[in-house]
């Protein structure tokens, strides 16, 4: 362990723009790669991890458990990420986060992870780089706990900035920052638009469907794929219009993969703010709920903001820093 003993990691939570779903691995390993072009945002997790004066656990979240032994803790992911780290008691591990961390489709279960592997490789005096803690959240979560879902969120988290990330059969995974002028930055900026449908869900349930209908749906993955290929270009000439357009056929495509990741209510708050002005946009994360992002002309935003106002407006920046250590104490 290094000398001190407290230490708090800062991991952004993220959207999507397109390609999300190609990041499954029953996708990218027989039809790959999977390419998906996302961006951290400035909402974070926060978790902070203390030495215990005694030698029990104790995991403050939603709950708070005290426990005497690592196998004892019921959060999946702090259990095996302190056994990974070899990690054995005498710790305390709070977390806080800026946005409600369940269903809201911003990549709230890998940010924690993310924050949480940065905090304790902290804690036992290592440095670990962003690629390091990304492929520790996916092996975590995708291969010792066998949860479904892709793995761009605990990359993005891990990097921020705007990144596009191609999948590759081969378990690797290349990232790369989409170029952008600062104008075109701003100009992003400006056109974005993140309203709180108050309707959470499981990832995990809708990432479960997806798997099976994978075989049948290939082709719609493909064209998803094709779109995240070129969307970095759309960037950064700064053509917001023709972002919007393509983020709206790949919602429509994304939307036929699977029941539950729209319904109703939601193809028609995402109607009506296609009638209001939106050039297109999508439910950020595996659907079903959440956060829609839309893609708007800047003028036309507060009409828009007033035509959709039973829902909540978050306001956000980007995040180009990603998963850091923000406080170091004894």
Same mark, same amino acid.
């Given at each position: ?14 959207i ?8 499954i691995?029953?996708? &990218? ?34 709950? #708070?458990?005290?426990?005497?032994s ?17 990690? /054995?008691?005498?710790i ?19 940010t ?6 940065n ?60 170029i ?10 400006e ?5 709180? #449908? ?9 990432h ?12 719609? &993955? ?20 023709e972002?919007?357009?393509?983020? /709206? ?13 729209t /319904? ?34 800047? /003028? ?14 978050e ?16």
């Open positions: 362990m290094s000398g001190n003993s407290m230490f708090m990691a800062r991991s952004p939570l993220r999507t723009f397109v390609g999300g779903g190609t990041d691995a029953d996708f &990218y390993r027989n039809h790959g790669p999977g390419i998906c072009v996302s961006a951290a945002i400035n909402k974070y997790i926060f978790v902070l991890v203390n030495k215990k004066f005694d030698s029990h656990i104790r995991v403050s979240y939603s709950q #708070t458990e005290i426990v005497d690592i196998d004892k803790i019921r959060h999946p992911t702090v259990r095996e990420a302190l056994k990974l780290l070899n990690i /054995d008691g005498g305390e591990i709070v977390s806080i986060s800026d946005i409600p961390s369940q269903g809201t489709g911003l990549g709230s279960s890998s924690f992870l993310v924050s949480l592997l905090a304790l490789h902290a804690y036992i005096g290592e440095f670990a780089s962003a690629r390091r803690l990304a492929e520790e959240a996916v092996k975590i979560e995708r291969e010792i706990l066998k949860e479904a879902g892709g793995k761009q969120d605990q990359y993005i988290s891990a990097f921020g900035g705007i990144r596009s990330f191609t999948f590759n059969q081969d378990e690797s995974v290349t990232v790369k920052p989409v952008m002028h600062e104008s075109n930055i701003r100009k992003l900026q056109s974005l638009l993140l309203l709180f #449908t108050g309707k959470t869900r499981s990832s995990v349930e809708i479960k469907r997806q798997s099976l209908n994978m075989k049948e749906k290939i082709e719609t &993955y493909q064209k998803m794929r094709d779109i995240a290929s070129e969307f970095p270009a759309i960037l950064n000439r700064g053509d917001i219009e972002a919007g357009r393509l983020m /709206d056929l790949n919602w429509k495509l994304k939307s036929s993969l699977a029941d539950g990741i /319904d109703h209510t939601i193809s028609e708050l995402y109607s009506r703010a296609k009638e209001a002005g939106a050039y297109g946009g999508k439910l950020v994360g595996a659907g079903g709920g959440g956060f829609l992002l839309l893609v708007v002309d800047p /003028d036309k935003r507060e009409n828009i903001v007033n035509k959709m106002k039973e829902l909540r407006e306001k956000f920046g980007f995040d180009f820093t990603g998963s850091s250590i923000i406080y170091v104490g004894d």
